[in-house]
């Protein structure tokens, strides 16, 4: 420890060799919201944020959260993933669709929820593909009968899906009462159908009947790959109109993208960089702007219909507005009174740009029928391309902040319009649901990468040059040091696994001698040994799988986990499984790995209410003991026989573990905000955490005491869970109520909680006293020692404590109180260290760091010994083509 006069400093391994290739950005949607009555009409007056789904080139597909809390209208995390729904390997994502299940039961301003959704994609074959968002899995395909799907379009009553196929034809697909089944096929035309989009629908002609819907599709728009769009009628699936658009030297013009407003005009974007606004009456070309210098990719419609984003190749994001004009011209049309300008442009991205989407979501309703979105908040616009980040960006037109204040959702600035606004970059995450791909073995000093279907396992060699001192200086931090000199790493293991999704898990025992890795319907068991040369070589059990399924249900066929936790001693296993959410302890000491038991507790809904934890579980044991050989057969044909019913498991997706550094204590928390503990000793259940507002997005126990769970959550604030006395100490309630704006308004969600271990001979009161958060562009350092209790009063909250074995004597105290450390954080300050000045004492308390990035992981090796993982932008954009570039001359 260091004194005030001098600067702690710890040695780091700045590790950019290991090659994760994020997978780049291929479709962007947000849900609809429920079609209004046609006889009533009402305005919003609050809507809250809704999911943003993410499809990606590697098949998988991230459901992304608002990081806010409910009715907050500021968040600066934004999205966040929650879930991460892998894809089948290979396969790509070229189209996404979002429908609602039953409109009837929302209300006209209710933001569907994931179980109010039904998820549909196309990946650049013959297959439709609806998602079961709670299981992460594909619930049913469909082919097109009609060759490749080239897109995908929801009609606004949600009851159909246009695809547009290869053979030059649209196939309705009916979704109406969860079915999935074809409906109708259009004429056919001698070329592709690159895009479609529906046309506002009109109200019946008879409202008053209810058993029918209120409203009725009209017509569809589709750009095709012959230089030209076409208006079909929706009801007979005959064609129109067609409309032509440019040419150059003959070639024909690929129309890639379309969309509608209410009140008729037709958007398009082509591969000649045009925007062209057609008169959907007439089918005539209103007006055409020369936006971008390459093709145009996506369109999307702003909330209220007066706006259009459009982008492409070149990577520019161009706004259009509508203005009304002074006057009409003398051979104007009727439409003429208002006319599109192109009125800002901003290049956010490196490379094209693959899909846009908006929120609040455009609606395409007549005009009498508009629906009107609060004023006071700026929607955001998503973007996504090949650059593998998602883009968002707070879109208020420049006439809204007219009337009153616009609040920025993202809080990055007090500016609101897209054209002066900050825009946002939502930093890639290497692993599903937003966990990190990266593992470590401290004790083995060995590092493994899982993507896709490959696993890399490196070693970290010891350097015997000491850490280096450095002056600490202003936006740096001395305690986070470079290490230089030669490399000091080596390639272990490279193996390329046949799986049938991509990877979702995978983890190292911290002795280096097991490695797991598991795709969604199979775990795989690795015994690493390593030879006279020192040399790794991956020896499988492949009885591994047959262990495990007699334990499982038998559908859904699977024995793949989404989570995994090895104990310290490596002894035993804990896995979460993929599609049945029970948490299995797996012996592996022997010869045979053995299920030793099984806990259901994230199936139960006996101690929820409105899916939040409100009591604890009832007394009985429910965990089932398990040995070598037997099988639950008849369990399984319980649970499956009680699927239908009341009782149903209401499974959770739990896909964050830990252990306590002693192994007596085990951890569990999934995307239904609960969270258990478990005796590792007595392997029985120990208590129910209450429920948060949201998931965690990270757990892990103090390495210098045990008994202490840190939960992180997706807004950067944390708790602090003492798990023998089952409570929230009061010192912990102070200091997670007080935490600095500066570390709750980071723009990047906490990713993980690292501990410092403790030397070898330290004393065995000593501790590390602090804890380190780290997200995608930060690493903040937080201590305990402002607000911990003393000794005999942590004695006496120890008291209340029932394990059933204490490793631990009761008078030792839960952080002992010592001199502050140069790093520490004041629980009593008022929180606003981003306010003025740091002082002393808040540089004292509190220490934030941002020049690694972007991180996908970081840990600590050993005491005073760092382990960091970047994997810098630029390295990744070097693996792509050349982004599109025109030189312009005399420009800089």
Same mark, same amino acid.
């Given at each position: 420890?260091?004194?005030?006069?001098?600067?702690?400093?710890?040695?780091?391994?700045?590790?950019?060799?290991?090659?994760?290739?994020?997978?780049?950005?291929?479709?962007?949607?947000?849900?609809?919201?429920?079609?209004?009555?046609?006889?009533?009409?009402?305005?919003? $007056?609050?809507?809250?944020?809704?999911? &943003?789904?993410? =499809?990606?080139?590697? *098949?998988? @597909?991230? #459901?992304?959260?608002? %990081?806010?809390?409910?009715?907050?209208?500021?968040?600066?995390?934004?999205?966040?993933?929650?879930?991460?729904?892998?894809?089948?390997?290979?396969?790509?994502?070229?189209?996404?669709?979002?429908?609602?299940?039953?409109?009837?039961?929302?209300?006209?301003?209710?933001?569907?929820?994931?179980?109010d959704l039904r998820l549909f994609s196309s990946g650049g074959g013959s297959?439709?593909?609806?998602?079961?968002?709670?299981?992460?899995?594909?619930?049913?395909?469909?082919?097109?009968?009609?060759?490749?799907?080239?897109?995908?379009? $929801?009609?606004?009553?949600?009851?159909? &899906?246009?695809? =547009?196929?290869?053979? *030059?034809? @649209?196939? #309705?697909?009916?979704? %109406?009462d969860d079915t999935l089944k074809h409906h109708k096929r259009f004429d056919r035309v001698k070329c592709r159908i690159l895009s479609v989009a529906w046309g506002p629908p009109i109200p019946k002609e008879d409202p008053e009947d209810e058993d029918e819907d209120e409203w009725v599709d009209s017509w569809l728009v589709t750009g095709c790959s012959d230089s030209s769009l076409r208006k079909w009628d929706a009801s007979t699936g005959r064609m129109l109109d067609r409309m032509g658009t440019d040419k150059i030297r003959g070639e024909r013009t690929l129309v890639w993208t379309v969309a509608t407003t209410g009140d008729g005009i037709i958007i398009s974007g082509d591969s000649l960089g045009m925007v062209k606004f057609w008169d959907s009456r007439t089918s005539t070309q209103i007006q055409s702007f020369q936006a971008h210098g390459a093709?145009?990719?996506?369109l999307a419609v702003g909330s209220d219909g007066t706006a259009a984003y459009s982008s492409g190749v070149d990577q520019k994001l161009v706004q259009f507005s509508r203005v009304?004009?002074?006057?009409?011209?003398?051979?104007?049309?009727?439409?003429?009174?208002?006319?599109?300008?192109?009125?800002?442009?901003?290049?956010?991205h490196a490379h094209d740009v693959r899909s846009l989407a908006i929120w609040p979501p455009f609606t395409s309703l007549p005009p009498s029928h508009k629906r009107q979105y609060p004023t006071e908040i700026a929607p955001i616009i998503a973007s996504g391309g090949l650059d593998m980040s998602v883009v968002v960006t707070p879109a208020a037109l420049p006439s809204s902040t007219l009337v009153s204040k616009v609040t920025n959702p993202l809080g990055t600035s007090v500016h609101a319009t897209f054209e002066d606004s900050y825009h946002r970059r939502l930093a890639y995450s290497s692993g599903a649901s937003s966990t990190s791909a990266i593992r470590l073995a401290?004790?083995?000093?060995?590092?493994?990468?899982?993507?896709?279907?490959?696993?890399?396992?490196?070693?970290?060699?010891?350097?015997?040059?000491?850490p280096i001192q450095e002056d600490a200086e202003e936006g740096g931090d001395p305690q986070f040091q470079e290490m230089t000199g030669r490399p000091d790493w080596e390639k272990c293991v490279e193996m390329e696994l046949d799986v049938h999704t991509n990877l979702v898990a995978s983890e190292l025992s911290d002795d280096g001698n097991w490695f797991v890795v598991s795709d969604l319907y199979e775990t795989r068991l690795f015994k690493l040994i390593t030879d006279a040369e020192g040399q790794i070589k991956p020896r499988r059990v492949r009885e591994f799988s047959s262990i495990v399924a007699p334990h499982l249900p038998s559908k859904p066929a699977s024995t793949g986990a989404v989570s995994f936790a090895f104990s310290p001693d490596s002894t035993k296993l804990v896995m979460a499984t993929a599609l049945s959410s029970y948490?299995?302890?797996?012996?592996?000491?022997?010869?045979?790995?053995?299920?030793?038991?099984?806990f259901d507790h994230h199936r139960q809904r006996n101690n929820l209410l409105r899916e939040r934890v409100i009591k604890d579980l009832k007394t009985r044991d429910i965990a089932k003991n398990v040995k070598m050989g037997e099988t639950l057969e008849d369990d399984s044909n319980e649970e499956e026989s009680s699927e239908d019913d009341d009782d149903s498991p209401l499974l959770g997706n739990v896909s964050r573990v830990a252990v306590s550094v002693d192994g007596q204590w085990l951890?569990?928390?999934?995307?239904?905000?609960?969270?258990h503990i478990f005796n590792m000793d007595s392997i029985q259940h120990h208590c129910v955490l209450p429920s948060f507002p949201q998931p965690a997005q990270s757990i892990a126990f103090s390495l210098s005491n045990p008994n202490l769970l840190i939960l992180?959550?997706?807004?950067?604030?944390?708790?602090?869970?003492?798990?023998?006395?089952?409570?929230?100490?009061?010192?912990?309630?102070?200091?997670?109520?007080?935490?600095?704006?500066?570390?709750?308004?980071?723009?990047?969600?906490?990713?993980?909680?690292?501990?410092?271990?403790?030397?070898?001979d330290a004393p065995s009161n000593s501790s590390e006293r602090f804890a380190v958060f780290w997200g995608a562009t930060w690493i903040c350092k937080i201590g305990f020692d402002d607000v911990l209790p003393s000794s005999s009063s942590a004695a006496r909250g120890r008291e209340g404590g029932n394990s059933k074995k204490r490793r631990r004597e009761s008078t030792k105290p839960v952080l002992p109180p010592t001199t502050p450390q140069k790093n520490s954080v004041n629980a009593n300050s008022n929180g606003h260290l981003n306010e003025g000045p740091p002082t002393e004492e808040h540089r004292r308390n509190f220490k934030l760091i941002t020049h690694y990035r972007p991180l996908l992981y970081m840990d600590y090796l050993g005491p005073g010994e760092m382990i960091v993982v970047e994997r810098p932008l630029v390295d990744v954009l070097a693996a792509l083509p050349p982004a599109y570039f025109k030189h312009k001359y005399g420009a800089s």
């Open positions: 420890m260091a004194d005030a006069a001098t600067t702690s400093t710890v040695a780091v391994h700045r590790c950019r060799f290991i090659d994760y290739d994020p997978s780049a950005i291929t479709s962007i949607a947000f849900p609809p919201l429920p079609l209004p009555s046609v006889r009533r009409q009402k305005s919003l $007056a609050h809507l809250d944020f809704g999911l &943003l789904v993410v =499809g990606h080139a590697n *098949g998988n @597909i991230d #459901l992304c959260e608002w %990081a806010g809390l409910k009715n907050e209208s500021q968040s600066p995390q934004a999205w966040v993933i929650k879930k991460t729904l892998p894809g089948l390997y290979p396969s790509k994502v070229d189209s996404l669709a979002l429908i609602i299940s039953e409109p009837h039961t929302l209300k006209y301003d209710q933001v569907p929820l994931v179980s297959e439709l593909l609806e998602w079961d968002m709670e299981s992460s899995c594909i619930r049913r395909t469909i082919n097109s009968q009609g060759g490749t799907i080239w897109s995908v379009a $929801a009609n606004p009553t949600g009851t159909m &899906l246009a695809l =547009g196929c290869e053979d *030059g034809t @649209i196939r #309705l697909i009916s979704v %109406a093709d145009v990719l996506c009304k004009t002074s006057k009409a011209a003398e051979n104007s049309e009727i439409r003429s009174s208002t006319r599109w300008v192109q009125s800002a442009s901003r290049r956010m401290r004790q083995a000093r060995l590092v493994s990468c899982m993507q896709n279907s490959r696993v890399s396992i490196w070693r970290i060699l010891k350097k015997p040059s000491p948490v299995l302890i797996v012996d592996i000491s022997g010869e045979k790995p053995e299920v030793v038991r099984k951890a569990t928390s999934d995307d239904r905000c609960r969270s992180a959550f997706p807004n950067n604030t944390f708790q602090i869970y003492d798990v023998e006395s089952r409570q929230f100490p009061a010192w912990s309630r102070e200091l997670c109520n007080n935490l600095p704006k500066r570390f709750t308004h980071l723009h990047d969600p906490i990713i993980g909680v690292a501990f410092e271990p403790s030397p070898p």
